[in-house]
């Protein structure tokens, strides 16, 4: 895996579903949530590219034992009637870790185990404070957990 530091610069905005679970029944969720994004990709104005997709996690996730939202979105510009049913969501310029993970879907976490390891060797912490987002194009294979699939995690961090 590769990690690097990266600094966005504009707002960037994004329309999806929202699903909402316990972390332990979250997968099966999500996995609705995208196939109603896909079904409804025709009612979103404005989508930047029609072959990238986004899950987006809010500042909620670590030891929480409650209800968790993530939502599956595309990104638009600019945003313009968000369909019924839909949410939008901005994220503002930040510093993020990317890291590139290649292998199946199903460990994904480990891309983010690794990720709190390069952290804590590079003098850096969470921001807990931002959302959290994965990009899935064209490269990642959901499907029969393939270990071709390819995902860019972004995780909002601040140096210590």
Sequence with gaps: ?????????????????????????LGESINHAFIELTRRKDEILNIKNLNV?????????????????FYCCYEVEPIFNVPQGMVHIH????????THYVGPASQTGTAYDYTSNWMNENGYTYDDVAYYFERY??????????????????CPVKKI
Excluded: C, H, Q, W
Excluded at 12 to 18: A, D, E, K, L
Excluded at 53 to 69: E, F
Excluded at 137 to 154: G, Q
């Design 91 to 98: 994220l503002l310029p930040r510093t993020y870790t990317l």
């Design 137 to 154: 194009d064209e490269k990642t294979i959901i499907k029969d957990d393939n270990e071709k699939n390819e995902t860019k995690i972004y």
């Design 1 to 25: 895996m590769k990690v690097e530091i990266v600094e966005t610069k504009n707002i960037t905005t994004y329309v999806g579903i929202r699903a909402t679970a316990y972390f332990s029944n």
């Design 53 to 69: 997709t986004y899950g987006i996690t809010p500042p909620n996730y670590k030891g929480n034992t409650g209800l968790v939202d």
